[in-house]
């Protein structure tokens, strides 16, 4: 490690254990932390729903930031996604720095031991007062997400062998030099980081450190606001997080703050809930969307019968046999579904999103190979169609096994083998050639009825 890096490594080192000390001294300041919670093989991220709990008052997140009630929470207009204010300087850390919002996640929210990781995004956005204006942030200044554990790392979870804390590195590893920069001109450093494990009851609520710096790594920046972009993945689940917001005020007053807010939002803020998330789709009779359709399907469905429950958007899967209405045909229908042992007659699932590796969108063009298998290591890409024949790769990231059946890539011949595309409710197989310059050639393509064993 060269001498520069190892100073500035040691800087920040410092620097967030001096902010951690200080921050132990006083109460926290009013902010909105990041909410967590899983349903099936998706992961979700949200305003904090916890009522009193640290982190979850809306309130007197809105008095600290001096905006009014109804600026909070806010939703971008154009994307739908998720804006989390905060102030640089809201601890005593310093004034370019907070460790706001936080993650974290209530009792059984998430699997117990699941690992979670943020994803960074996009690039760092300015908001410049003096021209009323969001643009790119200037060259010369970036936004560092500090704290995070190197996933690449070997990660223990045993209490014994990490002296009774939730994760730890082996030996010989540094695990406090990971960090993210959010730049003008895109994601330096580690794009991926792990945030923290869960407890034994799927609890997690974790404070990260953001810094506001020169290219020096010295702290400092221009005052206005700053905007910066991630999503949540999960080791347990297929479908990270939609990507969210986190919108750092760097010395404005509330009511440039506000027209910043604004900007983003497109109108007048509402106390309406916000929407919450889609969840993927799953096959016929999956209820509880956990992947296969079983007996607590079932018992869900008679359950709803029961309680005489009217179809709505929050339980459109338990009209198993699409008439509008739940009734004990539903159940009776999602029996015969059933995927698992103590159910009549298994049969095979039909192929969805959930139980195939690769998924290609005809509207966008994109291919996304969220397994594919490469010398016994694993990855995820996504490739956006040219042509008939030609794909281009956008990105590559290494990743864990997730499917059964990965996509295999062969780089001594450049041949990667996709044994299932999902493609509007229908199976294909595929067979691509890397042609250099990250352009890959269809070399064959035909339809399938199922997965291969």
Same mark, same amino acid.
């Given at each position: 490690?060269?001498?520069?890096?190892?100073?500035?490594?040691?800087?920040?080192?410092?620097?967030?254990?001096?902010?951690?000390?200080?921050?132990?001294?006083?109460?926290?300041?009013?902010?909105?932390?990041?909410?967590?919670?899983?349903?099936?093989?998706?992961?979700?991220?949200?305003?904090?729903?916890?009522?009193?709990?640290?982190?979850?008052?809306?309130?007197?997140?809105?008095?600290?930031?001096?905006?009014?009630?109804?600026?909070?929470?806010?939703?971008?207009?154009?994307?739908?996604?998720?804006?989390?204010?905060?102030?640089?300087?809201?601890?005593?850390?310093?004034?370019?720095?907070?460790?706001?919002?936080?993650?974290?996640?209530?009792?059984?929210?998430?699997?117990?031991?699941?690992?979670?990781?943020?994803?960074?995004?996009?690039?760092?956005?300015?908001?410049?007062?003096?021209?009323?204006?969001?643009?790119?942030?200037?060259?010369?200044?970036?936004?560092?997400?500090?704290?995070?554990?190197?996933?690449?790392?070997?990660?223990?979870?045993?209490?014994?062998?990490?002296?009774? @804390?939730?994760?730890?590195?082996?030996?010989?590893?540094?695990?406090?030099?990971?960090?993210?920069?959010?730049?003008?001109?895109?994601?330096?450093?580690?794009?991926?980081?792990?945030?923290?494990?869960?407890?034994?009851?799927?609890?997690?609520?974790?404070?990260?450190?953001?810094?506001?710096?020169?290219?020096?790594?010295?702290?400092?920046?221009?005052?206005?606001?700053?905007?910066?972009?991630? @999503?949540?993945?999960?080791?347990?689940?297929?479908?990270?997080?939609?990507?969210?917001?986190?919108?750092?005020?760097?010395?404005?007053?509330?009511?440039?703050?506000?027209?910043?807010?604004?900007?983003?939002?497109?109108?007048?803020?509402?106390?309406?809930?916000?929407?919450?998330?889609?969840?993927?789709?799953?096959?016929?009779?999956?209820?509880?969307?956990?992947?296969?359709?079983?007996?607590?399907?079932?018992?869900?469905?008679?359950?709803?019968?029961?309680?005489?429950?009217?179809?709505?958007?929050?339980?459109?899967?338990?009209?198993?046999?699409?008439?509008?209405?739940?009734?004990?045909?539903?159940?009776?229908?999602?029996?015969?579904?059933?995927?698992?042992?103590?159910?009549?007659?298994?049969?095979?699932?039909?192929?969805?999103?959930?139980?195939?590796?690769?998924?290609?969108?005809?509207?966008?063009?994109?291919?996304?190979?969220?397994?594919?298998?490469?010398?016994?290591?694993?990855?995820?890409?996504?490739?956006?169609?040219?042509?008939?024949?030609?794909?281009?790769?956008?990105?590559?990231?290494?990743?864990?096994?997730?499917?059964?059946?990965?996509?295999?890539?062969?780089?001594?011949?450049?041949?990667?083998?996709?044994?299932?595309?999902?493609?509007?409710?229908?199976?294909?197989?595929?067979?691509?050639?890397?042609?250099?310059?990250?352009?890959?050639?269809?070399?064959?393509?035909?339809?399938?009825?199922?997965?291969?064993?």
């Amino acid at each position: 490690m060269k001498i520069s890096n190892l100073s500035r490594t040691i800087s920040l080192f410092c620097k967030l254990l001096f902010a951690t000390f200080l921050v132990s001294q006083q109460t926290f300041a009013q902010h909105l932390d990041i909410e967590v919670w899983g349903q099936g093989n998706a992961l979700f991220a949200g305003f904090c729903r916890t009522t009193a709990a640290v982190g979850c008052d809306l309130d007197g997140l809105a008095d600290e930031l001096g905006v009014p009630d109804d600026t909070l929470p806010p939703i971008e207009a154009e994307t739908d996604k998720r804006i989390f204010p905060v102030d640089f300087g809201d601890l005593a850390g310093g004034e370019f720095s907070t460790r706001n919002p936080g993650f974290q996640s209530v009792r059984n929210a998430l699997l117990p031991n699941e690992l979670l990781s943020y994803r960074a995004l996009g690039k760092l956005k300015y908001w410049d007062p003096a021209t009323s204006a969001w643009g790119d942030a200037p060259p010369n200044i970036h936004v560092r997400l500090f704290g995070g554990l190197e996933a690449s790392a070997e990660i223990r979870s045993d209490f014994s062998r990490c002296s009774g @804390q939730l994760l730890c590195f082996s030996e010989n590893i540094l695990g406090f030099d990971g960090s993210t920069i959010f730049s003008g001109d895109g994601i330096h450093g580690s794009q991926e980081l792990v945030v923290d494990i869960t407890d034994s009851n799927g609890i997690l609520h974790t404070h990260l450190s953001f810094f506001l710096e020169n290219q020096a790594g010295e702290a400092g920046g221009r005052e206005g606001a700053y905007l910066i972009e991630l @999503q949540l993945i999960s080791n347990a689940r297929h479908f990270p997080t939609d990507p969210l917001l986190i919108l750092f005020n760097a010395g404005i007053d509330p009511i440039e703050l506000g027209a910043a807010l604004s900007a983003l939002t497109g109108k007048a803020a509402s106390n309406e809930p916000p929407q919450q998330p889609v969840v993927p789709v799953s096959i016929p009779g999956d209820v509880d969307l956990d992947g296969d359709v079983d007996r607590i399907d079932v018992a869900l469905i008679l359950l709803a019968v029961q309680n005489n429950e009217m179809l709505n958007a929050t339980n459109m899967a338990f009209d198993v046999d699409e008439d509008g209405f739940i009734t004990r045909a539903d159940a009776l229908l999602a029996k015969t579904l059933c995927t698992l042992r103590l159910c009549f007659s298994p049969v095979e699932a039909p192929p969805t999103v959930l139980n195939v590796a690769a998924t290609y969108d005809q509207t966008s063009g994109i291919l996304n190979l969220n397994d594919i298998q490469a010398d016994g290591s694993h990855y995820r890409a996504e490739l956006k169609q040219q042509d008939d024949q030609t794909f281009t790769l956008t990105t590559l990231q290494p990743d864990i096994s997730r499917y059964a059946s990965p996509a295999q890539y062969d780089p001594a011949s450049g041949i990667l083998q996709i044994p299932a595309i999902f493609v509007n409710g229908k199976l294909f197989r595929a067979a691509l050639k890397n042609a250099g310059n990250s352009l890959f050639i269809i070399n064959s393509l035909e339809e399938i009825d199922a997965l291969s064993n």
